[in-house]
Protein backbone atom coordinates (compact mmCIF):
# COMPACT_ATOMS: atom_id res chain seq x y z
CA UNK A 1 0.00 0.00 0.00
CA UNK A 2 1.03 3.16 -0.87
CA UNK A 3 2.65 5.83 1.92
CA UNK A 4 -0.16 8.26 2.63
CA UNK A 5 1.34 12.03 2.43
CA UNK A 6 0.13 15.51 3.55
CA UNK A 7 1.22 18.56 2.02
CA UNK A 8 3.80 20.23 4.25
CA UNK A 9 0.75 23.32 4.55
CA UNK A 10 -1.24 21.59 6.81
CA UNK A 11 1.60 20.31 9.02
CA UNK A 12 3.37 24.27 9.60
CA UNK A 13 2.38 27.06 10.99
CA UNK A 14 4.34 29.61 8.89
CA UNK A 15 6.29 28.61 5.70
CA UNK A 16 7.52 32.27 3.97
CA UNK A 17 10.99 33.68 2.65
CA UNK A 18 12.61 36.98 3.07
CA UNK A 19 15.80 38.37 2.01
CA UNK A 20 18.64 37.89 4.37
CA UNK A 21 20.81 41.12 3.06
CA UNK A 22 20.81 41.43 -0.96
CA UNK A 23 22.35 38.32 -1.96
CA UNK A 24 20.32 35.72 -0.16
CA UNK A 25 16.97 34.34 0.24
CA UNK A 26 15.66 32.67 3.33
CA UNK A 27 12.64 30.34 3.95
CA UNK A 28 11.28 29.79 7.45
CA UNK A 29 9.31 26.52 7.98
CA UNK A 30 7.94 26.66 11.43
CA UNK A 31 5.57 24.62 13.89
CA UNK A 32 3.54 25.18 16.77
CA UNK A 33 3.58 21.71 17.56
CA UNK A 34 6.82 19.97 18.13
CA UNK A 35 5.39 16.75 17.38
CA UNK A 36 4.65 17.86 13.72
CA UNK A 37 8.31 19.68 13.73
CA UNK A 38 9.59 16.01 14.61
CA UNK A 39 7.56 14.71 12.43
CA UNK A 40 8.89 16.79 9.19
CA UNK A 41 12.20 16.89 10.40
CA UNK A 42 12.52 13.29 10.85
CA UNK A 43 10.85 11.87 7.66
CA UNK A 44 13.30 13.37 4.70
CA UNK A 45 10.37 15.05 2.84
CA UNK A 46 12.32 18.46 3.80
CA UNK A 47 16.23 18.34 2.30
CA UNK A 48 18.11 19.87 -0.16
CA UNK A 49 17.60 18.19 -2.71
CA UNK A 50 13.60 17.83 -1.98
CA UNK A 51 13.92 21.61 -2.00
CA UNK A 52 15.71 22.34 -4.62
CA UNK A 53 13.60 20.20 -7.01
CA UNK A 54 10.67 21.98 -5.75
CA UNK A 55 12.57 25.20 -7.06
CA UNK A 56 13.64 23.24 -10.29
CA UNK A 57 17.12 24.70 -9.37
CA UNK A 58 20.25 22.49 -8.03
CA UNK A 59 20.85 21.85 -4.58
CA UNK A 60 23.89 23.77 -4.67
CA UNK A 61 22.33 26.40 -5.11
CA UNK A 62 20.65 25.99 -1.40
CA UNK A 63 23.83 27.72 0.55
CA UNK A 64 22.49 26.59 4.04
CA UNK A 65 20.06 24.00 5.64
CA UNK A 66 19.37 24.30 9.33
CA UNK A 67 16.81 21.65 11.38
CA UNK A 68 16.47 24.58 14.56
CA UNK A 69 15.28 22.74 17.52
CA UNK A 70 14.83 25.46 19.52
CA UNK A 71 12.58 27.15 17.42
CA UNK A 72 10.61 23.99 16.28
CA UNK A 73 11.78 25.15 12.46
CA UNK A 74 13.34 24.14 9.48
CA UNK A 75 15.64 27.01 7.64
CA UNK A 76 17.09 26.60 4.11
CA UNK A 77 18.84 29.73 2.06
CA UNK A 78 18.83 30.11 -1.25
CA UNK A 79 21.75 32.43 -3.45
CA UNK A 80 19.19 35.10 -4.70
CA UNK A 81 18.95 34.85 -8.24
CA UNK A 82 20.25 37.94 -9.14
CA UNK A 83 21.18 40.52 -6.20
CA UNK A 84 18.35 42.50 -4.51
CA UNK A 85 17.07 45.25 -6.76
CA UNK A 86 19.30 43.96 -10.04
CA UNK A 87 17.99 44.73 -13.28
CA UNK A 88 15.23 42.45 -13.82
CA UNK A 89 14.39 42.05 -10.28
CA UNK A 90 10.79 40.50 -9.63
CA UNK A 91 10.58 40.65 -5.80
CA UNK A 92 12.33 43.57 -3.66
CA UNK A 93 12.09 42.02 -0.25
CA UNK A 94 12.08 38.07 -1.53
CA UNK A 95 8.92 37.47 0.41
CA UNK A 96 7.00 35.72 -2.13
CA UNK A 97 9.24 32.90 -3.30
CA UNK A 98 7.75 30.67 -0.94
CA UNK A 99 5.26 28.80 -2.59
CA UNK A 100 6.84 25.95 -4.19
CA UNK A 101 7.35 24.70 -0.26
CA UNK A 102 3.61 24.76 0.28
CA UNK A 103 3.21 21.20 -1.67
CA UNK A 104 6.15 19.08 -0.52
CA UNK A 105 4.44 15.74 0.13
CA UNK A 106 5.19 14.67 3.57
CA UNK A 107 4.87 11.04 4.63
CA UNK A 108 2.36 10.39 7.81
CA UNK A 109 1.86 6.77 9.64
CA UNK B 1 24.33 46.98 35.83
CA UNK B 2 22.60 47.99 39.16
CA UNK B 3 18.86 47.91 37.80
CA UNK B 4 17.20 46.11 35.22
CA UNK B 5 17.13 48.48 32.05
CA UNK B 6 13.60 49.06 29.45
CA UNK B 7 14.16 49.82 26.19
CA UNK B 8 10.83 50.88 23.72
CA UNK B 9 10.80 50.92 20.53
CA UNK B 10 8.00 51.76 19.15
CA UNK B 11 8.22 50.62 15.60
CA UNK B 12 9.67 47.78 13.15
CA UNK B 13 10.58 51.36 10.92
CA UNK B 14 10.23 54.73 11.99
CA UNK B 15 7.51 56.05 9.64
CA UNK B 16 5.40 52.80 9.40
CA UNK B 17 3.66 53.82 12.62
CA UNK B 18 2.39 52.41 16.12
CA UNK B 19 -0.52 52.34 18.06
CA UNK B 20 -1.08 55.68 20.06
CA UNK B 21 -2.59 53.74 22.87
CA UNK B 22 0.09 50.93 22.68
CA UNK B 23 2.56 53.72 23.15
CA UNK B 24 0.86 55.19 25.79
CA UNK B 25 1.13 52.23 27.77
CA UNK B 26 4.97 51.30 26.80
CA UNK B 27 5.70 54.84 28.36
CA UNK B 28 3.49 54.10 31.76
CA UNK B 29 6.13 51.12 31.99
CA UNK B 30 9.16 53.51 32.77
CA UNK B 31 11.34 52.78 29.80
CA UNK B 32 14.70 53.98 30.20
CA UNK B 33 15.27 54.84 26.37
CA UNK B 34 13.29 55.11 23.26
CA UNK B 35 15.07 53.07 20.43
CA UNK B 36 13.70 52.86 17.02
CA UNK B 37 15.75 51.41 13.36
CA UNK B 38 14.96 54.05 10.53
CA UNK B 39 15.99 51.64 7.71
CA UNK B 40 17.60 49.03 6.19
CA UNK B 41 18.94 47.67 2.27
CA UNK B 42 15.65 45.82 2.54
CA UNK B 43 13.48 48.50 0.11
CA UNK B 44 16.85 48.17 -2.42
CA UNK B 45 19.74 50.78 -3.76
CA UNK B 46 17.20 53.49 -4.48
CA UNK B 47 17.23 55.58 -1.67
CA UNK B 48 20.97 55.20 -0.71
CA UNK B 49 21.81 55.81 -4.50
CA UNK B 50 19.22 58.52 -5.11
CA UNK B 51 19.05 59.98 -1.70
CA UNK B 52 15.21 60.41 -1.38
CA UNK B 53 14.29 58.52 1.64
CA UNK B 54 12.19 55.94 2.30
CA UNK B 55 9.28 57.40 4.26
CA UNK B 56 7.55 60.74 3.73
CA UNK B 57 8.71 64.16 5.45
CA UNK B 58 4.44 63.76 6.47
CA UNK B 59 5.11 60.22 8.49
CA UNK B 60 8.40 61.03 9.54
CA UNK B 61 7.52 64.40 11.18
CA UNK B 62 4.24 63.19 12.90
CA UNK B 63 6.24 59.83 14.46
CA UNK B 64 8.87 62.11 15.75
CA UNK B 65 7.16 64.48 17.05
CA UNK B 66 5.35 61.81 19.06
CA UNK B 67 8.73 60.22 20.16
CA UNK B 68 10.16 63.62 21.09
CA UNK B 69 7.55 64.92 22.85
CA UNK B 70 7.31 61.94 25.18
CA UNK B 71 11.23 61.27 25.22
CA UNK B 72 11.67 65.10 26.75
CA UNK B 73 8.78 64.43 29.37
CA UNK B 74 10.08 61.41 30.92
CA UNK B 75 13.69 62.57 30.70
CA UNK B 76 14.60 60.00 28.45
CA UNK B 77 16.81 59.57 25.36
CA UNK B 78 15.20 59.64 21.71
CA UNK B 79 17.85 57.04 19.35
CA UNK B 80 16.85 57.01 15.68
CA UNK B 81 19.34 54.37 13.72
CA UNK B 82 19.60 54.41 10.27
CA UNK B 83 18.14 57.55 9.68
CA UNK B 84 16.07 58.16 6.77
CA UNK B 85 16.60 55.33 4.91
CA UNK B 86 19.43 54.21 4.25
CA UNK B 87 21.42 56.58 7.05
CA UNK B 88 23.65 58.50 4.55
CA UNK B 89 24.72 61.90 5.08
CA UNK B 90 21.39 63.70 3.19
CA UNK B 91 19.08 61.50 5.02
CA UNK B 92 20.81 62.49 8.62
CA UNK B 93 20.62 66.00 7.78
CA UNK B 94 17.03 65.88 6.59
CA UNK B 95 16.27 63.79 9.65
CA UNK B 96 17.91 66.41 11.99
CA UNK B 97 15.78 69.31 10.15
CA UNK B 98 12.90 67.83 11.18
CA UNK B 99 14.02 67.62 14.63
CA UNK B 100 14.83 70.68 14.58
CA UNK B 101 11.90 71.89 13.57
CA UNK B 102 10.05 69.97 16.22
CA UNK B 103 12.04 71.37 18.50
CA UNK B 104 11.01 75.02 17.38
CA UNK B 105 7.44 74.23 17.00
CA UNK B 106 6.95 72.61 20.58
CA UNK B 107 9.74 75.06 22.66
CA UNK B 108 11.84 72.16 23.13
CA UNK B 109 15.19 72.52 23.52
CA UNK B 110 16.60 69.30 23.55
CA UNK B 111 20.69 68.34 23.48
CA UNK B 112 20.92 67.00 19.56
CA UNK B 113 23.73 64.65 18.40
CA UNK B 114 24.03 63.41 14.96
CA UNK B 115 26.38 61.04 13.65
CA UNK B 116 27.08 60.50 9.84
CA UNK B 117 28.46 57.11 8.87
CA UNK B 118 29.11 58.09 4.64
CA UNK B 119 32.69 56.67 3.81
CA UNK B 120 35.19 58.87 2.11
CA UNK B 121 35.98 56.94 -0.97
CA UNK B 122 39.74 57.36 -0.45
CA UNK B 123 39.38 55.36 2.85
CA UNK B 124 37.70 52.82 0.65
CA UNK B 125 40.51 52.59 -1.63
CA UNK B 126 43.34 53.01 0.94
CA UNK B 127 41.79 50.04 2.72
CA UNK B 128 41.54 47.98 -0.44
CA UNK B 129 45.29 48.80 -1.19
CA UNK B 130 45.78 47.84 2.60
CA UNK B 131 44.34 44.16 2.03
CA UNK B 132 41.98 45.26 4.68
CA UNK B 133 38.42 44.71 2.54
CA UNK B 134 36.97 41.27 2.39
CA UNK B 135 33.87 39.93 0.33
CA UNK B 136 31.07 39.84 2.90
CA UNK B 137 28.33 37.93 0.73
CA UNK B 138 28.74 39.85 -3.00
CA UNK B 139 31.17 36.86 -3.98
CA UNK B 140 33.47 39.08 -5.57
CA UNK B 141 36.31 41.15 -3.72
CA UNK B 142 35.97 44.81 -3.65
CA UNK B 143 38.03 46.60 -6.69
CA UNK B 144 38.82 50.25 -6.77
CA UNK B 145 36.91 50.37 -9.90
CA UNK B 146 33.72 49.33 -7.96
CA UNK B 147 34.30 52.38 -5.28
CA UNK B 148 34.82 55.13 -8.59
CA UNK B 149 31.89 53.76 -9.99
CA UNK B 150 29.75 53.93 -6.61
CA UNK B 151 27.40 56.98 -5.89
CA UNK B 152 27.53 56.19 -2.17
CA UNK B 153 28.94 54.30 0.24
CA UNK B 154 28.13 53.95 4.19
CA UNK B 155 28.63 51.68 6.87
CA UNK B 156 27.25 49.96 9.45
CA UNK B 157 28.06 51.60 12.93
CA UNK B 158 28.29 49.58 16.49
CA UNK B 159 26.59 50.72 19.33
CA UNK B 160 30.03 52.40 20.16
CA UNK B 161 29.46 55.87 18.47
CA UNK B 162 25.66 56.30 19.74
CA UNK B 163 27.29 55.50 23.09
CA UNK B 164 29.57 58.43 22.73
CA UNK B 165 26.99 60.96 21.60
CA UNK B 166 25.59 59.47 25.03
CA UNK B 167 28.43 60.43 26.88
CA UNK B 168 28.37 64.00 25.82
CA UNK B 169 24.60 64.19 27.03
CA UNK B 170 22.29 63.69 23.84
CA UNK B 171 18.82 63.54 24.77
CA UNK B 172 17.84 63.00 20.63
CA UNK B 173 20.67 60.77 18.85
CA UNK B 174 20.16 60.74 14.92
CA UNK B 175 22.35 58.26 14.12
CA UNK B 176 23.25 57.02 9.96
CA UNK B 177 23.34 53.74 8.92
CA UNK B 178 23.57 51.46 11.96
CA UNK B 179 23.67 48.01 12.43
CA UNK B 180 20.04 47.70 13.47
CA UNK B 181 20.74 45.41 16.45
CA UNK B 182 23.24 48.21 18.19
CA UNK B 183 20.97 50.87 17.58
CA UNK B 184 18.31 49.39 19.87
CA UNK B 185 21.26 47.68 22.13
CA UNK B 186 23.25 51.19 22.54
CA UNK B 187 21.82 52.52 25.84
CA UNK B 188 21.81 49.20 27.56
CA UNK B 189 25.69 48.66 26.90
CA UNK B 190 25.79 52.58 27.64
CA UNK B 191 24.26 51.64 31.09
CA UNK B 192 26.02 48.60 31.71
CA UNK B 193 24.41 45.55 30.03
CA UNK B 194 25.66 42.32 28.63
CA UNK B 195 26.68 42.75 25.18
CA UNK B 196 25.36 39.53 24.03
CA UNK B 197 21.92 40.05 26.00
CA UNK B 198 21.57 43.53 24.74
CA UNK B 199 22.42 43.27 21.27
CA UNK B 200 19.97 39.87 21.16
CA UNK B 201 17.18 42.15 22.68
CA UNK B 202 18.12 44.58 19.78
CA UNK B 203 17.78 42.02 17.00
CA UNK B 204 14.35 41.00 18.40
CA UNK B 205 13.17 44.83 18.90
CA UNK B 206 14.30 46.29 15.66
CA UNK B 207 11.01 45.12 14.21
CA UNK B 208 8.62 46.47 16.80
CA UNK B 209 5.91 44.19 17.35
CA UNK B 210 7.21 41.48 14.46
CA UNK B 211 7.85 39.38 17.34
CA UNK B 212 4.40 39.69 19.03
CA UNK B 213 1.56 38.04 17.94
CA UNK B 214 -0.74 39.12 16.10
CA UNK B 215 2.32 41.03 14.84
CA UNK B 216 2.27 44.45 13.59
CA UNK B 217 4.42 47.51 13.23
CA UNK B 218 3.78 48.45 16.73
CA UNK B 219 4.87 49.20 20.33
CA UNK B 220 7.23 46.41 21.71
CA UNK B 221 9.65 46.36 25.31
CA UNK B 222 12.28 44.69 26.35
CA UNK B 223 14.00 44.87 29.57
CA UNK B 224 17.52 43.48 30.67
CA UNK B 225 18.52 42.21 33.71
CA UNK B 226 22.02 40.97 34.72
CA UNK B 227 21.34 37.16 32.89
CA UNK B 228 18.18 37.97 30.73
CA UNK B 229 15.76 39.66 29.14
CA UNK B 230 12.12 39.90 29.04
CA UNK B 231 10.28 41.40 25.99
CA UNK B 232 6.43 42.73 25.94
CA UNK B 233 4.05 44.01 23.76
CA UNK B 234 3.02 47.45 24.15
CA UNK B 235 -0.53 46.84 23.21
CA UNK B 236 -2.72 44.62 25.55
CA UNK B 237 -4.19 43.40 22.47
CA UNK B 238 -1.00 41.86 21.37
CA UNK B 239 1.47 38.98 23.17
CA UNK B 240 4.56 38.00 23.32
CA UNK B 241 4.67 34.11 22.88
CA UNK B 242 7.98 31.55 22.72
CA UNK B 243 6.60 30.51 19.22
CA UNK B 244 6.49 33.83 18.20
CA UNK B 245 9.83 35.50 19.47
CA UNK B 246 11.69 32.30 18.74
CA UNK B 247 10.28 32.33 14.91
CA UNK B 248 11.56 36.13 15.04
CA UNK B 249 15.14 35.01 15.78
CA UNK B 250 15.38 33.80 12.10
CA UNK B 251 13.93 36.76 10.90
CA UNK B 252 15.83 38.30 7.61
CA UNK B 253 19.25 36.02 8.36
CA UNK B 254 20.90 32.98 7.23
CA UNK B 255 22.59 31.67 10.01
CA UNK B 256 19.70 30.11 13.33
CA UNK B 257 22.84 30.80 15.79
CA UNK B 258 25.52 32.78 14.59
CA UNK B 259 25.41 36.22 13.64
CA UNK B 260 28.41 38.55 13.11
CA UNK B 261 27.78 42.38 13.77
CA UNK B 262 30.36 45.30 13.88
CA UNK B 263 33.30 44.09 16.24
CA UNK B 264 31.20 41.08 17.78
CA UNK B 265 29.71 37.88 16.49
CA UNK B 266 26.82 36.45 18.69
CA UNK B 267 26.31 32.88 19.17
CA UNK B 268 22.16 32.17 19.94
CA UNK B 269 23.24 28.49 19.97
CA UNK B 270 22.28 28.18 23.84
CA UNK B 271 18.89 30.60 24.32
CA UNK B 272 16.30 29.15 25.77
CA UNK B 273 12.88 31.27 25.95
CA UNK B 274 10.22 30.71 28.34
CA UNK B 275 7.00 32.21 29.03
CA UNK B 276 5.83 34.43 31.84
CA UNK B 277 2.41 34.75 32.00
CA UNK B 278 0.23 35.14 29.10
CA UNK B 279 1.87 37.97 27.40
CA UNK B 280 5.54 38.40 28.33
CA UNK B 281 8.70 35.97 27.18
CA UNK B 282 12.18 35.35 28.46
CA UNK B 283 15.11 35.14 26.91
CA UNK B 284 17.97 33.64 28.35
CA UNK B 285 21.75 32.36 26.71
CA UNK B 286 23.06 34.73 24.04
CA UNK B 287 26.65 35.22 24.04
CA UNK B 288 28.57 37.81 22.75
CA UNK B 289 32.11 37.77 21.81
CA UNK B 290 34.60 40.70 20.80
CA UNK B 291 36.22 40.26 17.34
CA UNK B 292 40.07 40.55 17.31
CA UNK B 293 39.51 43.42 14.77
CA UNK B 294 36.81 45.36 14.16
CA UNK B 295 34.93 45.00 11.14
CA UNK B 296 32.17 47.05 9.11
CA UNK B 297 30.11 46.26 6.76
CA UNK B 298 30.13 48.86 4.01
CA UNK B 299 27.20 48.90 1.79
CA UNK B 300 27.61 50.82 -1.78
CA UNK B 301 25.47 51.58 -4.58
CA UNK B 302 26.15 52.50 -8.18
CA UNK B 303 24.13 54.35 -10.99
CA UNK B 304 23.06 51.52 -13.69
CA UNK B 305 21.19 54.21 -15.90
CA UNK B 306 17.84 56.24 -16.14
CA UNK B 307 14.36 54.10 -16.22
CA UNK B 308 11.28 53.73 -17.87
CA UNK B 309 8.17 51.08 -17.45
CA UNK B 310 4.96 50.58 -19.63
CA UNK B 311 2.30 48.25 -17.93
CA UNK B 312 -0.40 46.57 -19.99
CA UNK B 313 -2.78 43.56 -19.29
CA UNK B 314 -3.38 41.13 -22.59
CA UNK B 315 -6.37 39.32 -22.30
CA UNK B 316 -6.42 37.85 -26.13
CA UNK B 317 -5.72 34.25 -26.01
CA UNK B 318 -4.50 34.08 -29.01
CA UNK B 319 -2.13 36.88 -28.08
CA UNK B 320 -1.51 34.90 -25.01
CA UNK B 321 -0.59 31.67 -26.80
CA UNK B 322 2.59 33.31 -28.18
CA UNK B 323 3.79 35.69 -25.55
CA UNK B 324 6.81 34.63 -24.83
CA UNK B 325 7.87 34.41 -28.65
CA UNK B 326 6.22 37.91 -29.29
CA UNK B 327 8.10 39.47 -26.61
CA UNK B 328 11.33 38.33 -27.58
CA UNK B 329 11.08 39.16 -31.22
CA UNK B 330 10.07 42.33 -30.18
CA UNK B 331 13.10 42.95 -27.67
CA UNK B 332 15.55 42.25 -30.49
CA UNK B 333 13.71 44.74 -32.83
CA UNK B 334 13.70 47.26 -30.14
CA UNK B 335 17.63 46.45 -29.58
CA UNK B 336 18.39 46.79 -33.49
CA UNK B 337 16.43 50.18 -33.73
CA UNK B 338 18.29 51.84 -31.07
CA UNK B 339 21.97 50.49 -32.14
CA UNK B 340 24.61 50.93 -31.23
CA UNK B 341 22.68 52.50 -28.25
CA UNK B 342 23.02 50.21 -25.39
CA UNK B 343 19.72 48.95 -23.69
CA UNK B 344 18.81 46.72 -21.05
CA UNK B 345 15.30 45.85 -22.14
CA UNK B 346 13.31 42.77 -19.44
CA UNK B 347 9.91 42.09 -19.44
CA UNK B 348 7.59 41.01 -15.75
CA UNK B 349 4.96 38.58 -17.51
CA UNK B 350 1.86 38.43 -14.43
CA UNK B 351 0.42 35.31 -14.66
CA UNK B 352 2.85 33.34 -15.94
CA UNK B 353 6.39 33.71 -14.30
CA UNK B 354 6.90 37.45 -13.41
CA UNK B 355 7.56 36.70 -9.05
CA UNK B 356 9.34 33.50 -9.13
CA UNK B 357 11.29 34.02 -12.74
CA UNK B 358 12.90 30.94 -13.18
CA UNK B 359 12.26 29.67 -9.77
CA UNK B 360 8.17 29.14 -10.75
CA UNK B 361 7.41 26.15 -11.12
CA UNK B 362 4.21 26.85 -12.30
CA UNK B 363 5.38 28.56 -15.17
CA UNK B 364 3.45 26.17 -18.33
CA UNK B 365 0.28 26.79 -16.62
CA UNK B 366 -2.20 28.88 -19.38
CA UNK B 367 -3.75 31.82 -17.56
CA UNK B 368 -7.00 33.83 -19.14
CA UNK B 369 -5.24 37.47 -18.64
CA UNK B 370 -1.55 38.41 -18.52
CA UNK B 371 -0.07 41.76 -16.96
CA UNK B 372 2.97 43.02 -18.84
CA UNK B 373 5.44 45.01 -17.15
CA UNK B 374 8.08 46.39 -19.77
CA UNK B 375 11.09 47.61 -18.52
CA UNK B 376 13.75 49.63 -19.98
CA UNK B 377 17.32 51.37 -18.81
CA UNK B 378 19.44 53.49 -20.63
CA UNK B 379 21.99 56.09 -20.16
CA UNK B 380 20.37 58.45 -20.46
CA UNK B 381 16.44 59.55 -19.65
CA UNK B 382 15.46 60.65 -22.79
CA UNK B 383 16.64 57.33 -24.35
CA UNK B 384 14.71 54.69 -21.67
CA UNK B 385 11.44 56.57 -22.52
CA UNK B 386 11.93 56.42 -26.02
CA UNK B 387 12.80 52.57 -26.34
CA UNK B 388 10.13 52.09 -23.94
CA UNK B 389 7.71 54.05 -26.29
CA UNK B 390 8.91 52.17 -29.42
CA UNK B 391 8.47 49.16 -27.80
CA UNK B 392 5.23 48.93 -26.42
CA UNK B 393 3.71 50.59 -29.90
CA UNK B 394 5.49 47.84 -31.27
CA UNK B 395 3.96 45.40 -28.85
CA UNK B 396 0.33 47.16 -29.34
CA UNK B 397 0.05 46.54 -33.09
CA UNK B 398 2.35 43.33 -33.35
CA UNK B 399 1.29 41.01 -36.22
CA UNK B 400 0.91 37.86 -35.48
CA UNK B 401 -0.61 34.34 -36.99
CA UNK B 402 -4.04 33.61 -36.34
CA UNK B 403 -5.17 37.42 -34.78
CA UNK B 404 -8.62 37.60 -34.14
CA UNK B 405 -7.85 41.40 -33.17
CA UNK B 406 -6.44 43.74 -35.37
CA UNK B 407 -7.20 46.57 -33.30
CA UNK B 408 -4.13 46.67 -30.80
CA UNK B 409 -2.83 44.01 -28.19
CA UNK B 410 -2.00 45.41 -25.16
CA UNK B 411 -5.00 47.23 -22.76
CA UNK B 412 -3.08 50.17 -21.56
CA UNK B 413 -4.48 51.02 -17.74
CA UNK B 414 -2.46 54.46 -18.19
CA UNK B 415 -2.02 57.54 -20.48
CA UNK B 416 0.75 58.24 -20.46
CA UNK B 417 1.55 54.58 -21.51
CA UNK B 418 5.40 55.13 -20.48
CA UNK B 419 6.57 55.68 -17.23
CA UNK B 420 9.97 57.51 -16.43
CA UNK B 421 11.09 56.45 -12.89
CA UNK B 422 14.31 58.38 -12.77
CA UNK B 423 17.71 57.40 -12.24
CA UNK B 424 18.30 53.42 -11.39
CA UNK B 425 21.03 52.07 -8.92
CA UNK B 426 22.21 48.81 -7.98
CA UNK B 427 24.24 47.43 -5.04
CA UNK B 428 27.40 47.35 -5.94
CA UNK B 429 29.52 47.50 -2.40
CA UNK B 430 28.56 44.44 0.19
CA UNK B 431 32.03 43.94 1.58
CA UNK B 432 33.58 44.42 5.33
CA UNK B 433 36.11 46.76 5.92
CA UNK B 434 38.93 46.86 8.86
CA UNK B 435 38.46 49.95 10.98
CA UNK B 436 41.13 51.26 12.70
CA UNK B 437 38.31 52.04 15.88
CA UNK B 438 34.65 51.38 16.47
CA UNK B 439 34.35 54.98 16.21
CA UNK B 440 36.60 56.47 13.63
CA UNK B 441 34.46 56.45 10.65
CA UNK B 442 31.01 57.90 12.30
CA UNK B 443 31.70 61.60 12.86
CA UNK B 444 29.59 62.23 15.80
CA UNK B 445 28.32 66.25 16.31
CA UNK B 446 26.33 67.99 19.32
CA UNK B 447 23.82 70.69 20.14
CA UNK B 448 21.65 72.62 22.27
CA UNK B 449 18.98 73.54 20.50
Known amino acids: MAQRTVPLADLADIIRSKNAGPFSITLDILFSDPARYRLVRDSGAVTRETVAEAYGIAAQEITSFFHVDMANAIKITLRRPRTQGAFGESDVYGCQQHVPLLGIAVPVA | ?449
Not at chain 2, 328 to 350: C, D, M, S, W
Open chain 2, 1 to 449: MKQPITVLAPTGTLGYGFGTAAFERGMSLNPGVIAVDAGSTDPGPHYLGSGETLVSRLCMKRELTQLILAGCKAKIPVIVGSAGGSGSRAHVDWTVAIVREIAREHGLHPRLAWIYADIPFDRVRAAIRAGEVNDFEAGCDLAEKDVDEAVSIVAQMGHEPICAALDQGADVIIAGRACDDSTIAAYPIWRGADLGLAIHMGKILECGAFSAEPFAMDVMLGTIHDDHFVLEPGSLERRASVKSVAAHSLYEREHPYVQAGPGHELDLGGCTFTGLGDRRVRVDGARARATSDYFVKLEGVRRIGYRSISIAGIRCPTMISRIGEILEEAKRNTHRYFAPAELQIGFHVYGRDAVMQRLEPARNQVAHELGLTIDVVAADAELAHAACHQLSGALLHWHYPGQYNTAGNLAFPYSPSELDAGPAYEFSVYHLMKAGSPTELFPGHVENL
